[in-house]
């Protein structure tokens, strides 16, 4: 779904755009780092492994730098979203993550002393974001060239249903796989999600208040404050 030329709309709703990009890049890793070093470094210490605690941040740092994307269309039909602000949003905050993710990653995991190497970061960018998006732009301009926007939007009502499908396969795997640690350790993913959702609840309240003070309307302020906050 994501349409690169979709980039050119963006000055349509640019209060709404740059609302979510200062939040997606400029508060949230900042502010799970944040939130990660009081909880996790601190306030739940005593409770928590002592080898794993640098683990546990780092985690969160990471989940956190990254904007998702894989539910953002859904998150919009939920909050009746503005379909070109999304569009626009999500090709943004893609072409910025292959450029962003590993330099923020690296600043927060290096001021918090956890060591990450940078070819690592960089081959999980390369393997998450750049190839999926070459693959994908791909196939949209062979299909649009081959069929043209009727074959396409077939393909997408196709493939719609099979996405959600496989992103909740993907959920019910990672937690199968981890289901022994669940159970084994709830105290511990009780504290862990503390701060993941504290940071939730603070970016999306923060972005929808910018977008509104702004003067965007609820048809973008509310995608933008899950974008943002995602």
Known sequence: KIDFSALKQVTEHWRGIGVTLFINWAVKPFSMA?????FIGWLFRPYLPADQIDSYIAGL???AAAPCTAMVFVWS???KGEPHFTLS???LNDAIMV???APIVGLLLGLSAITVPWDTLVLSVVLYIVIPVIIAQFLRRSILASGGERAFDAMLRTLQPLS?????????LLFGFQGEQIIAQ???IAMLAVP???QVYFNSGLAYLLNRISGEQHCVAGPSALIGAS
């Open 164 to 172: 959600l499908i496989a992103l909740l396969a993907t959920l019910v």
């Open 61 to 63: 740092i990471i989940l």
């Open 89 to 91: 949003q999500v090709a």
């Open 99 to 101: 450029v962003a993710f």
């Open 196 to 198: 993941i959702l504290i």
């Open 77 to 79: 039909n939920l909050t």
């Open 186 to 188: 709830p105290m511990i």
């Open 34 to 38: 944040l939130l990660g070093w009081l």
